[in-house]
């Protein structure tokens, strides 16, 4: 009896130990031609970043949907714009430095880095401005492009980390105060294009 309840006992912590980490982004993006991104979305983008420089055109592939993404630079600052298939705004994005994050938010992510990993590192840092359903597509652009730091906005973190023998990419999205949201594990950039 005592044979099948450790038997019993080492699965439930098995399985609660996959789970912790069974939300793996499978996400392949490639970039593509203006003409193969979504109308809708090509018309705001042509509307709105008038003065936008090196404009590039990306299709996201995910597990579970299809995003695009326009990637710029306006103002010094490097953004991403993502749209679901049919054009519509989903979020955009701002990467950062550590020292834009304000310090008491950048304390709750840090503390929960260093609860969460034995070791990590920090690749990428962005600020991302989601749509609400207070806010509109036209004041939620309002709000990245003066990079307001406002209650609705997220941080999503890259890191490289260890958690126990598993050394992994993760994406980690917080609030504005710096509170966990989700933690997704990462696969490792696709190289499908290199040729040996």
Request: hydrophobic fraction near 35%; proline fraction near 3%; charged fraction near 30%.
């Amino acid at each position: 009896m005592n044979r099948y309840r450790y038997l019993l006992l080492t699965m439930i912590v098995l399985l609660q130990y996959s789970t912790g980490f069974s939300q793996v982004k499978v996400e392949r993006e490639h970039r593509i031609k203006k003409n193969q991104f979504p109308e809708a979305a090509h018309d705001f983008i042509h509307e709105k970043l008038n003065d936008a420089k090196k404009i590039r055109f990306y299709k996201e592939t995910d597990t579970t949907k299809i995003t695009y993404e326009a990637k710029f630079k306006k103002d010094k600052l490097h953004y991403s714009v993502e749209f679901d298939e049919s054009g519509k705004l989903e979020d955009i994005e701002i990467l950062i430095n550590e020292v834009d994050v304000p310090e008491d938010s950048w304390s709750n992510i840090t503390k929960f880095l260093e609860e969460k990993f034995d070791k990590h590192k920090i690749r990428k840092i962005q600020q991302q401005y989601p749509i609400t359903s207070e806010e509109t597509a036209e004041t939620t652009l309002t709000n990245a492009f003066q990079n307001l730091l406002i209650p609705s906005l997220n941080y999503e973190i890259m890191v490289r980390g260890n958690i126990g023998d598993n050394h992994a990419d993760f994406e980690i999205l917080f609030n504005a105060e710096g509170d966990f949201i989700k933690m997704r594990e990462s696969l490792p950039a696709n190289y499908d294009h290199v040729l040996y």
